[in-house]
């Protein structure tokens, strides 16, 4: 592996906490609005191996936020897609590519083996699946949630069950539903997730543990919350 096309990394990261990140494995659940953009960082910074897991192909209404949706992948599974785009990205880069849905069924399956796994979905009684399941394998995950103007990240270590504290109930739906998802949000949120994955991989820089990062781009209001 050249360290060339990592050359703009350094500084931000030593030579050998580059080096270091292809051996690590990273889970992304659902490669949508966040996981699209949650996918290309991540081979960008030159992850190793990259699970992606989606049971959804692209339609016309993901061209307005999804980084892997074009006119030419419509109809495409966003997995196989997510794989496609980064063999074009990074062919160091190593993606399992997953067509379906994660369920507690195939959780476990999915799951484990990886350093950490990463939330981009937009299903809240998922987001409990993977909770539990990464705690079972002892494994970090970075939630991030999306709905119009506004924005959410939180990096969960196994045993803080800091879904619970988010989202009281588990069968609700996202408010993106009414809100919408425009193109910059998921852009924004993915970032934030991704330099959680980072910090944790290295091991260095303070993490958004047992605390939410609330976004509202409208006002212009970054909040952190203590959540215990």
């Known amino acids: 592996m050249t360290l060339q096309r990592y050359e703009r990394n350094m500084k931000t990261l030593s030579e050998e906490e580059n080096r270091q990140l292809k051996n690590h494995k990273v889970c992304v659940i659902g490669c949508g609005g966040l996981g699209g953009y949650i996918i290309e960082m991540l081979g960008r910074l030159g992850i ?69 796994i990463i939330d981009a979905l937009d299903n809240i ?14 494994i970090p995950l970075v939630h991030g949630a999306i ?26 739906k996202g408010v993106e539903k009414e809100l919408g998802n425009p193109s910059f949000t998921p852009a924004l949120v993915a970032s934030i997730e991704v330099s959680e994955v980072l910090k944790l991989l290295i ?14 781009t409208f006002e212009l209001e970054y909040n952190t919350v203590e959540l215990g």
């Open 203 to 216: 091991g260095r820089g303070e993490l958004l543990r047992k605390k939410i990062l609330f976004i509202n």
């Open 147 to 172: 709905a119009g103007w506004y924005g959410q990240v939180t990096t969960i270590l196994p045993g803080d069950r800091t879904l619970d504290k988010i989202y009281t109930k588990k069968d609700i």
């Open 125 to 138: 009684e998922t987001r409990f699946v993977l909770q539990e399941t990464a705690e079972k394998f002892g």
């Open 48 to 116: 190793g191996y990259i699970t992606a897991v989606d049971g959804d192909v692209f339609d016309e209404t993901n061209l307005n936020r999804q980084i892997l949706s074009n006119e030419e992948t419509l109809g495409k599974s966003k997995s196989q897609t997510a794989k496609s785009r980064m063999a074009l990205v990074n062919p160091h880069v190593h993606v399992n590519a997953i067509v379906g849905r994660l369920t507690k069924e195939n959780s476990e399956e999915i799951l484990q083996g990886h350093d950490v």
